[in-house]
T-cell receptor
Framework: AQSVTQLGSHVSVSEGALVLLRCNYS??????LFWYVQYPNQGLQLLLK??????LVKGINGFEAEFKKSETSFHLTKPSAHMSDAAEYFC????FGGGTASKLTFGTGTRLQVTL | GAVVSQHPSWVICKSGTSVKIECRSL??????MFWYRQFPKQSLMLMAT?????????EQGVEKDKFLINHASLTLSTLTVTSAHPEDSSFYIC????????????FGPGTRLTVL
C-alpha cells in the first residue's frame, strides 16, 4: 500500500524567494517518486523523478528534490521563484520494479502562489 | 517525444446522453493507459488501468458499466461516459506508459466534461 501526504494545500512566496513544497510518502516497497506540475485546465507535466541512484534529483525549470529514505520525504525546492512557477504541484509515488507500468498514487496537491 | 493527446478538450452534453473521450499516444506505443478523474481543486483519482487488447481494470467504486474503456490499439484508448448525469461533470485525464518508460506515465492535456 502506498500513500502520499503533501503538507500545505497553499504556499505563497515572493518572486525570487526560495520555494519549498513538502511531500512525505508511505510505501511497503521501495518507491519511485515523482513531482508533477499542473497549470489551469491542463494535464500534468513531469518536473522530476527519483527511481534509483543519486538521491538529489534535478528537474526542469530549476526545480530539484531530494529523496530521504530515513525521513520518507521527497521535498521539492527551487532557489528562486518566478511568477511563471505559479501552479498546482502534485507529488506521486509508484512501487519500485512494478513491471511495465505501475499505478501512481497522488498527493492532494499544493497550490503555489508567487507574489511580486 | 512522449506526447499524449486527448480529444475533445472540452465537451458539454445533456443529461442522459453518452460521451466518448479519446486518448492517443502520438509518438510511442502505449501498452498501458490510465484514466483519471479530477474534481475542482482536488487531486487525480485513478479510475481504471487499461492494457492494450485486454479488459480494463477498474478501481474500487468506479462503475465499469458507466465508464466504458476500450484500448484496442497501442496508440488509442477511449473512455465513454454512458448516460451522463451532472455529477459526472469533471476533468478527465488520461496517461500512457510503455515498457521502456520505467513506470513513467505521460499525461494528456485533459478533457473538461460538463453535463447539463
Amino acid at each position: 500500500a502506498q500513500s502520499v501526504t503533501q503538507l500545505g494545500s497553499h504556499v505563497s512566496v515572493s518572486e525570487g524567494a526560495l520555494v519549498l513544497l513538502r511531500c512525505n510518502y508511505s510505501s511497503s516497497v521501495p518507491p519511485y517518486l515523482f513531482w508533477y506540475v499542473q497549470y489551469p485546465n491542463q494535464g500534468l507535466q513531469l518536473l522530476l523523478k527519483y527511481t534509483t541512484g543519486a538521491t538529489l534529483v534535478k528537474g526542469i525549470n530549476g526545480f530539484e528534490a531530494e529523496f530521504k529514505k530515513s525521513e520518507t520525504s521527497f521535498h521539492l525546492t527551487k532557489p528562486s521563484a518566478h511568477m511563471s512557477d505559479a501552479a498546482e504541484y502534485f507529488c506521486a509515488v509508484s512501487p519500485f520494479g512494478g513491471g511495465t507500468a505501475s499505478k501512481l498514487t497522488f498527493g492532494t496537491g499544493t497550490r503555489l502562489q508567487v507574489t511580486l | 517525444g512522449a506526447v499524449v493527446s486527448q480529444h475533445p478538450s472540452w465537451v458539454i452534453c445533456k443529461s442522459g446522453t453518452s460521451v466518448k473521450i479519446e486518448c492517443r499516444s502520438l509518438d510511442f506505443q502505449a501498452t498501458t493507459m490510465f484514466w483519471y478523474r479530477q474534481f475542482p481543486k482536488q487531486s487525480l483519482m485513478l479510475m481504471a488501468t487499461s492494457n492494450e487488447g485486454s479488459k480494463a481494470t477498474y478501481e474500487q467504486g468506479v462503475e465499469k458499466d458507466k465508464f466504458l474503456i476500450n484500448h484496442a490499439s497501442l496508440t488509442l484508448s477511449t473512455l465513454t461516459v454512458t448516460s451522463a448525469h451532472p455529477e459526472d461533470s469533471s476533468f478527465y485525464i488520461c496517461s500512457a506508459s510503455s515498457p521502456s518508460s520505467y513506470n513513467e506515465q505521460f499525461f494528456g492535456p485533459g478533457t473538461r466534461l460538463t453535463v447539463l
